[in-house]
């Protein structure tokens, strides 16, 4: 039986962080996936996600614009070339690619047996170490005849070959929203219902005001804080009733209420391993067990591919005795619809922990002269928040245009601690959308004397 120096549970973001960093140190490695190299952010999440709501933004673009008309959706062509971008659903490349590298790959379930060892179907590993990623998967809320109508997750909702003509989406969280963006340019009738009173719950409410008043104008129907309780079928739809007595109907329903880890049956019992509602207990170093480490959604700490690549590499300079702990001060969140919604840290004065003294400074899209020159009838901006005592950011969120991209240089602030004074010496190029820092870092710079 071959020994491994390290055993990899679960080949997406988390994993893909793992393995060639083990492998390329010199680690003899192996890796168990019970489903697709890549995992569900390059088939059925991420990638394909933002690829079907490029050409909708290609279309609002041109809508901003001056001296521009419509764009033409072509279902077909993006059918094909988001098909393209998720490699058809194929992987045998990516498995080839491990193979190639000395990894051995194991398709199936991985259970763990015990300290040192992981089974997979009849076939048993043996091991130093084993790191867990096997994510997340769709959390269903139990709504009496749901399963009986049949329903949508993610998978379906970014694989579908045919545009359904409406659905009904519940949760207005990132994955609701993004992908009824993307369905309602391709002239699906969407509705969205969510029991919180704004989309993006963990978003400040005055970003996602912004975010919901756009939808409005797309023609996207919204329910706020409303709850689906019950559902049948009727004449070849699916029926909703609302807790408010309500009803909707839809040719689909797509039910993005939140994710759960994927914690069991993979035996985190037999090596000491906890987990809760929320996820694998790690410490700051990403450990689990003794030789054991978990990596990515199924610890909890937020469902981003980017934290999932961060944890992997905390555990891997564990594994390779360069310990250094990991630092979620600065996670950034971005939800890519249009207008874009991106957050880092302590986004609102609310969130701020007890004791913290904070203050705020905003600045709207019109304040900037990039917004002008990229468009017409853009709304949104950007909002700081900065510790008055420490006199550094501790947060931000931004929305408009590419808001993702240019709100990364909060992300470096509040992961430095630059002070205010730097960041309102710093020059910043004219005219980009960074631009929009220098009055509130001003304003924030005066506050905080």
Known sequence: MTEYDAVVIGAGPGGESVIPTLAGAGLKVAVVERDLVGGTCAYWGCIPSKTLLRPGGIDIEARHGFGTGEA????????????????DWNDSQQVEDLRRKGIDFFRGEAVIDGPGRVKVGSTELATKRIVVATGSDPAILPIDGLDEIGYWTNREATSFQQVPRSILILGGGAIGCELGQAMRAFGTDVTIVEATDQLLGRESKRAAGFLEKSFEAQGIALRLGRKAVRFAADSGKKVATLDSGETLSAHEVLVATGRKPNVTGIGLENVGAKSTRKGIEVDHYCRAADNVWAVGDVTGVAGFTHVADYQ???????????????????????TFTDPEVASVGISQASAAPEGMDVVEAFAPL????????????????????????????????????????????????????????????????????????????????????
Not at 72 to 87: Q, S
Not at 313 to 326: E, F, K, M, S, Y
């Open 312 to 334: 992997g590499q905390i555990a891997c300079a564990d594994i390779l005795g360069r310990p250094r702990p990991a630092n979620y001060s600065d996670i950034p969140s971005v």
């Open 366 to 449: 019109s304040a900037a002269s990039r917004t002008y020159t990229y468009g017409e009838r853009y709304e949104g901006g950007l909002n700081l928040v900065a510790d008055r005592q420490a006199k550094v950011l501790v947060g931000a969120w931004a929305v408009g245009p590419l808001a993702g991209e240019w709100m990364q240089p909060a992300s470096l602030a509040v992961r430095g601690k630059i002070p205010i004074d730097v960041l309102a010496d710093t020059m910043l190029a004219f005219p980009t959308f960074t631009r929009l820092f220098r009055e509130p870092i001003r304003e924030l710079q005066s506050k905080v004397q």
């Open 72 to 87: 033409e959706l072509n279902w077909p062509e993006i059918a094909r070339y988001r098909n393209w971008m998720v490699r």
